[in-house]
């Protein structure tokens, strides 16, 4: 039994890792490997994977750590913050399709209990897969974006009480508003008793953990305080997620929120894949091949008539067709908790086989369906609403309106944009800025500001925006997979134009260099600079010291900050100080045939800041590039190291310093 039990488990890890990496590469969520993974070696394809009770429940702690995630976002100021519409449309969104779902359900006919638990199931929405794909669209910030979050943060509260419902469902019909009743006093004194007892207990508690400055202990204390929580409810008749949940929210207001959600995140993975696999376990698909026209209508309602929902209702909330219908489309499809409830209503056996399989069909099809609608959501919009498709031409015509010639194209208007705005514009160069937050383009085009609104990462954008007259790019936004879509864009429509990229620290340079940047500028490294230059200052070192210093880390860390090319003498400055030069290389130049590792020109001090061939300048050479007749070195160093390195390149003389060095 042993040898058996471990075969499963290398099974259900090898078609896991495999199915995991297959899907990354088509760049579809990992959720879908874990359900494939469930259908193959599960009880109704290959039978590999037993469904054994002892596999569900540790998959029902995959479930405690993602309602303990949620509970560690949970945010009072957050949600009052964007209340109309988290606790407007939010919860019309979840109360009607419940109330349309029970209706139908009732049609069918089947019990008013069922209806009751699908409208819950049916009416939740993927959190995970639409807020990754609104970021990377960077979208989160529009219209539809804020409604779709706004209502998936009601359905993630949603679940609660939603949690609490089902097993109350479970009791006889003639005890159940009895049951009801109790399930809610015992959920509030619980919540009570935890959060009057919690809240002043848990801040000192896990100080008194940290000041033992123990990684093991730290992690052993946040699964003790996680799964205690969760065996309290239980106890109380409540689930283990209503506990987990309530932890996270204790957890929440402390200093280490960020520590214990980066520590909890392996175990929640690895275990809400395993609940996935179970949830893949439960697919019988000929019972889905028997009962395809039934998979295809759930599929449908939950296209179309969850959809239609989400329309009228961003329509009663005052928002144009189009930015209903994106919202809509984004909403219109099943969701991660929606496969709690109904792993929960299937171990209460309140759901018949026969409304189990298409229900769980049609949900796993909407999933599959999602990244393409999400992705795909503007461009619906605008082929299905013509007045929306007229207004993003009026958005690209404001734009070209601006009519810049020789101008710089900030991409996003944030913060640091709009600093970067001022620079520029206090130098007389002129600029126009894209942004996707429409309160912050309404307020700054009132202002006067050059702003428009638009998506960097669209083409016809970027093209309306000037980008072949620009004479510089700079992007400033933080997250760096918006970045990279942005790179990608101008690279292709303009590969010479110079764009200078905002990041947070060094973690990020390979990645957006190699996507393009010209420039990047790490907000963490600059902030160090400017700490130190203050410190050295308020010590007592005279400011020409510190601008030294300053100017010379600049040089070392940024190219375009290497020194420039001097002529005979350069006023005000150094004449020590570190600069550009450049060496054509002739046919009778000893560095020919010679790789830059073999040169060694670093023995020398200097650096090879690039190597011009052809007429196409290479920055950063590999140390492995083999010169040839006609390339032009561009050196960088101090002029005596610069004499010695060129002496030595084109003579093949080595100095005695250098060879000593």
């Not at 015992?186 to 940290?210: D, N, S, T, Y």
């Not at 204790?250 to 894949?273: H, K, M």
């Not at 909403?331 to 759901?351: I, R, W």
């Not at 769980?360 to 999602?370: E, K, P, T, V, W």
Request: hydrophobic fraction near 55%; proline fraction near 4%; glycine fraction near 8%.
């Amino acid at each position: 039994m042993q040898d058996h039990g471990l075969l499963t488990i290398i099974l259900l890890l090898a078609t896991g890792v495999l199915l995991v990496g297959f899907l990354r590469y088509l760049r579809l969520p990992a959720v879908f490997a874990y359900l494939l993974t469930g259908i193959i070696l599960g009880p109704h394809a290959l039978a590999v994977v037993p469904d054994l009770a002892s596999t569900r429940q540790l998959a029902a702690f995959g479930v405690v750590f993602l309602m303990f995630s949620i509970g560690l976002e949970f945010s009072l100021a957050q949600f009052l913050s964007m209340r109309r519409l988290v606790f407007g449309m939010g919860l019309a969104q979840v109360v009607l399709t419940s109330l349309v779902f029970v209706g139908i359900a009732l049609l069918i006919p089947l019990s008013w209990k069922t209806g009751v638990i699908l409208g819950g199931i049916l009416a939740m929405s993927s959190t995970a897969m639409v807020v990754r794909a609104l970021a990377e669209k960077m979208e989160m910030q529009t219209r539809h974006g804020r409604i779709a979050v706004s209502v998936l943060l009601f359905q993630d509260l949603a679940v609660v009480p939603l949690l609490i419902l089902i097993p109350a469902l479970a009791g006889s019909t003639t005890n159940l508003p009895h049951d009801l009743a109790m399930a809610g006093l015992k959920a509030v004194l619980v919540l009570l008793v935890l959060l009057v007892i919690g809240r002043p207990v848990m801040r000192p508690w896990f100080q008194f953990v940290a000041n033992r400055k123990s990684t093991e202990l730290f992690m052993l204390n946040v699964l003790l305080v996680t799964l205690g929580l969760a065996w309290i409810t239980e106890q109380a008749g409540l689930s283990l997620a209503l506990g987990a949940f309530v932890a996270g929210m204790l957890i929440s207001e402390t200093a280490y929120r960020y520590q214990v959600e980066a520590d909890i995140a392996p175990f929640r993975d690895i275990l809400l894949g395993l609940f996935f696999v179970t949830i893949g376990m439960l697919v019988d698909l000929p019972a889905w091949w028997a009962n395809l026209a039934w998979v295809l209508i759930v599929l449908a309602m939950l296209l179309l008539l969850k959809g239609a929902l989400v329309w009228g209702l961003a329509r009663l909330f005052g928002y144009e067709p189009g930015v209903a219908l994106r919202s809509a489309i984004v909403l219109a499809q099943a969701g991660e908790f929606g496969f709690v409830l109904l792993a929960l209503a299937n171990q209460y056996q309140l759901l018949p086989a026969h409304v189990l399989q298409p229900v769980l069909g049609g949900m796993l099809m909407s999933m599959m369906l999602a990244p393409i609608l999400v992705e795909r959501n503007g461009w619906l919009a605008r082929q299905l609403v013509g007045s929306y498709r007229g207004h993003r031409d009026q958005q690209l015509a404001d734009i070209r309106s601006a009519n810049l010639q020789a101008h710089v194209v900030l991409c996003g208007y944030g913060r640091v944009g709009q600093s970067v705005g001022r620079v520029l514009e206090e130098e007389g160069i002129p600029f126009v800025a894209l942004d996707l937050d429409p309160v912050r383009v309404r307020q700054a085009q009132s202002a006067g500001e050059s702003i428009f609104y638009g998506d960097a990462s669209r083409r016809d954008v970027l093209q309306a925006a000037g980008i072949f007259s620009a004479r510089a790019v700079v992007i400033t936004y933080a997250n760096v997979t918006s970045s990279q879509r942005v790179l990608s864009i101008i690279k292709e429509l303009r590969p010479d134009l110079p764009v200078v990229v905002r990041a947070h620290d060094d973690s990020q340079l390979e990645k957006l260099e190699a996507a393009g940047a010209d420039e990047v500028v790490p907000e963490v490294t600059e902030g160090a600079l400017m700490l130190a230059a203050q410190a050295l200052l308020l010590i007592g070192f005279p400011i020409s010291t510190v601008l030294r210093r300053v100017r010379r880390f600049r040089q070392e860390r940024y190219q375009f900050f290497r020194g420039a090319f001097w002529g005979s003498s350069e006023p005000g400055e150094d004449q020590d100080s570190a600069r550009l030069a450049s060496i054509a290389l002739g046919e009778t130049a000893f560095a020919i045939h010679l790789s830059l590792r073999e040169l060694n020109l670093t023995s020398f001090g200097v650096a090879v800041v690039a190597v011009r061939r052809h007429g196409i300048r290479g920055r950063e050479p590999s140390p492995d590039t083999v010169l040839k007749p006609g390339d032009v070195l561009v050196l960088f160093g101090t002029p005596a190291a610069l004499t010695k390195a060129e002496t030595y390149v084109l003579e093949g003389n080595m100095i005695p310093e250098a060879a000593t060095a």
